[in-house]
Structure formats: C-alpha cells, structure tokens
T-cell receptor, first 110, second 116 residues
Framework: QKEVEQDPGPLSVPEGAIVSLNCTYS??????FMWYRQYSRKGPELLMY????GNKEDGRFTAQVDKSSKYISLFIRDSQPSDSATYLC??????????FGTGTKLQVIP | NAGVMQNPRHLVRRRGQEARLRCSPM?????VYWYRQLPEEGLKFMVY????????ESGMPKERFSAEFPKEGPSILRIQQVVRGDSAAYFC??????????????FGEGSRLTVL
C-alpha cells in the first residue's frame, strides 16, 4: 500500500468552477499535510500547509484534513486558467522527509 | 534572495557515462533534499543531507547513485554508469532547519536527465 494515494486525474473544468482534489494516506503518524502546485517544467511550490484536522482557508484555496479517515482535500473556488497545473498532496511525519502523492493534473478551460 | 539553484537544467548522457547534478540551497538553508520525478509517478524521495552529513538515504538506489553536501560548495547528486531508466527530472529542495518540522520545502527548477 502506498503511503499517499492521490486521484490521478487529469481533471478538466470550466473557468469559475469549484475544484476538489483529494488524497488518502495510510500512516496515522503523519502530522503535517501540504499541497504543492507544480507548473509544467517547473519545480513544485508550497501552496497550503496544515497541521490539524479541519479547514484552512487562503483566498480561493481551502485545505481540509480529516485525520480520523486519513483524508486530505484541496478546494479551489472560482477556478482560473492560471490555476492550470499539477497539484501534489504531501505529508510529513515531523522530521522533514516529505512524501508526495503522484499529483493531479488540472486544466481550467477559459 | 536567490532561490534554490540547480544546474544543469538539461543534461544528455549516453549509457555508461556519469551524470553530476548540482544544487545550491537558498541562502541560510542548511538542509538539502533530492527527489526524482518520473512521469505518472510523482516525486520520489532520494536523500536528505546536511552539511557534510547524509541524514537519510533510504530512497537512494543501492548502486551507482551517491550524494554529497560538502562544507563549501553545492550539493552534488552523482549517477555513475547511467542507464536509460535513469532518465528523469531530478529536483533539489532546501529548508532552513529541522526545528520547524513542517515539511515546507523550497524547490529548484529541476535538472532533466536524458540517457540515450
């Protein structure tokens, strides 16, 4: 069983849609949950980080963690063409080895 | 403040040759991580280094791959006797310390290795 499972996508949505991206993880010892965004031919960049269960909001982005079901989500409201990228969920156990999901490629169509 | 610098951005090698990838972390960062990215497979952890020390190399293949982060100069990921399966994007990331164990990594643009 992989440590992190992520919906493979690709996902194509019209501009303005709400996007939901999801991951599950297997090890309850993981404490830190992140979403990275990676544009084509670029390095990943940290988008959202959260520690506890619940929601964390940053502009149009909301990260949600449910530790009881080992499920993490990223919601993008009012999606824009500039949001087209690959989104990687990531988890960490408290020392900085970070484990990534395979990524979901998102395309927002104008 | 320059970000994580990787070079070369693109590298072409023939089977059996050596590949050396270099990474300079962000200013003030003392921890370096190397990841490999293959299509459809996401980022795979390879090695975590601090200055002059390998902290975790659990993701490194047992043969042909080595990494170092000397007291002076960049971190280097070395692949000896490359094979076609080594073709991938290799990303370096850095972080300031382990005190903030949040997993926030700052990535470079990657080095894309093609083995002919």
């Amino acid at each position: 069983q992989k440590e992190v499972e992520q919906d493979p996508g690709p996902l194509s949505v019209p501009e303005g849609a709400i996007v939901s991206l999801n991951c599950t993880y297997s090890n309850s010892a993981f404490q830190y949950f992140m979403w990275y965004r990676q544009y084509s031919r670029k390095g990943p960049e940290l988008l959202m980080y959260t520690y506890s269960s619940g929601n964390k909001e940053d502009g149009r982005f909301t990260a949600q963690v449910d530790k009881s079901s080992k499920y993490i989500s990223l919601f993008i409201r009012d999606s824009q063409p500039s949001d087209s990228a690959t989104y990687l969920c990531a988890i960490s156990g408290g020392y900085q080895k970070v484990t990534f999901g395979t990524g979901t490629k998102l395309q927002v169509i104008p | 403040n320059a970000g994580v610098m990787q070079n070369p951005r693109h590298l072409v090698r023939r089977r059996g040759q050596e590949a050396r990838l270099r990474c300079s972390p962000m200013k003030g960062h003392s921890h370096v991580y190397w990841y490999r990215q293959l299509p459809e497979e996401g980022l795979k952890f390879m090695v975590y280094l601090q200055k002059e020390n390998i902290i975790d190399e659990s993701g490194m293949p047992k043969e042909r791959f080595s990494a170092e982060f000397p007291k002076e100069g960049p971190s280097i990921l070395r692949i000896q006797q490359v094979v076609r399966g080594d073709s991938a994007a290799y990303f370096c990331a850095s972080s300031p310390s382990t005190q903030s164990n949040t997993g926030e990594l700052f990535f470079g643009e990657g080095s894309r290795l093609t083995v002919l």
